[in-house]
């Protein structure tokens, strides 16, 4: 009796970590984006080996994440009002296949030996602007599939995929890129999207279209924009992703360098640092799957947020690779808390309305801010060394963290207000009063 009481627990335990899979749709668009998940990275980490073996510049794999995600910065507004008006499920359809050709293009340039920097700037940006669209609708999208009851496990299960795919896609094109070069890497991820564009044809939520309404698209911004503006709590969260995304972030962006002339590893080491942030990063979203509300999540970010800036600064002062990959496993950690911690909050505060266009400035600080931080990045390692900019930025995350941490108890009370009113919102009752951030 007693055995079998704590593997019944377990086995409890495991199924609430997992309830949002209880919706046909969401396992259909996990399973789907895991496979297509898998080549994006595969083709994230072949596309900077690629862009450093023609080039050997720091500045230019800086130059190339700019160009990949600043469209992000420029357009996400407007796809955060398509998002509101229309279908997401249609909207993320529409980009995922726009995602598949773009890298079927460049699969083709590559095998055929015809690629340039010039090409490899012009396809990541329009891969950027596709993005730009497709994040917002697919944010959104997870309410509209589990409800707002599995929002923070759906959100979490979701990271865990994306994570998952993280670890596999960097070590398979440390392997692939090694023995058959980029191009195969580029193709694989261009078949991949055939995964997540059949799990989308398949699905039965009920198509959402909004009403257009009379405002202008430009009305239609500024009343997201008022609504992130006005909300302390949402602002303070965006305001530290936003400077995390710009000062944190861009350590990927200088794995080859360290790879390659810090830790003499190659390409396959690159693989192994990508995966060992990637496997972090799933622990991470994997821990907060079994989180049931948003209690005590300010306090995570914060302390999430100072924990990876000291990681930064120790995986700067790293020369072998073993300890540089496993510093990079909280690095992954860290950041994924943050990340998806904010998320949550942020979704749980929004209402539904607003939902794409909030999510839309989700999209500009977290993704948007990392092409600048990039381009700072790539010139600050050419003339100061890709360790020592690494440093730099790590100690400005701490910063950053130590900011937030001291506004937190002043935004609190807001931040419970907004999720009650939102809970009781969709639930037609009060809340429970555990729900708060």
Not at 127 to 140: E, K, S, T, V
Not at 303 to 315: D, K
Request: net charge positive; hydrophobic share 55%.
């Amino acid at each position: 009796m007693s055995s079998a009481q704590p593997a019944g627990d377990s086995i409890a335990r495991i199924a609430h970590a997992l309830r949002a899979l209880k919706n046909r749709d969401f396992r259909l668009f996990l399973s789907g984006q895991m496979v297509s998940l898998a080549g994006t990275w595969m083709q994230t980490v072949a596309q900077a080996w690629l862009v450093y073996r023609l080039t050997g510049s720091s500045f230019l794999l800086g130059s190339v994440a700019f160009c990949g995600q600043l469209p992000i910065l420029l357009f996400s507004p407007l796809g955060g009002i398509v998002a509101d008006r229309f279908d997401r499920r249609r909207v993320v359809l529409v980009t995922q296949a726009l995602s598949m050709l773009l890298a079927a293009v460049l699969a083709g340039l590559t095998l055929s030996g015809r690629v340039t920097v010039g090409h490899i700037f012009a396809l990541a940006a329009c891969l950027g602007a596709a993005n730009a669209f497709d994040i917002p609708a697919r944010q959104a999208f997870i309410v509209d599939m589990v409800g707002r009851k599995d929002l923070i496990n759906a959100i979490a299960l979701n990271s865990s995929m994306f994570n998952g795919a993280r670890i596999i896609g960097p070590a398979a094109a440390g392997v692939l890129v090694g023995a058959v070069g980029e191009g195969w890497c580029f193709l694989a991820n261009s078949a991949s999207y055939l995964a997540v564009i059949a799990g989308l044809v398949m699905m039965r939520t009920a198509e959402r279209s909004r009403p257009a309404g009379t405002a202008s698209p430009l009305e239609n911004v500024l009343e997201g924009f008022r609504f992130v503006r006005d909300t302390k709590p949402v602002r303070a969260l965006l305001l530290l992703l936003g400077l995390t995304s710009l000062v944190g972030m861009p350590y990927a962006v200088l794995m080859p360098i360290f790879a390659d002339r810090v830790l003499h590893g190659g390409a396959r080491g690159l693989g192994l640092l990508m995966a060992a942030s990637g496997a972090g990063a799933l622990i991470g979203a994997l821990a907060l799957a079994v989180r049931e509300n948003t209690q005590g999540m300010g306090k995570l970010i914060a302390a999430a947020s100072a924990v990876f800036g000291a990681c930064l600064v120790l995986f700067s002062l790293s020369r072998s690779l073993w300890l540089s990959a496993a510093l990079l496993v909280p690095v992954g950690f860290c950041m994924m808390t943050h990340m998806a911690c904010t998320n949550t909050l942020i979704q749980s505060m929004a209402p539904d309305g607003l939902r794409g266009r909030v999510m839309a400035f989700y999209s500009m600080v977290f993704m948007g801010m990392a092409p600048f931080g990039s381009l700072l990045a790539g010139a600050t390692a050419d003339s100061l060394g890709a360790p020592t900019t690494v440093a730099l930025c790590g100690a400005a995350c701490i910063l950053a963290a130590s900011g937030f941490a001291s506004v937190l108890p002043s935004i609190r009370p807001e931040a419970r207000r907004l999720i009650l009113a939102a809970e009781m919102d969709a639930a037609g009752l009060a809340a429970e009063p555990g729900h708060v951030a």
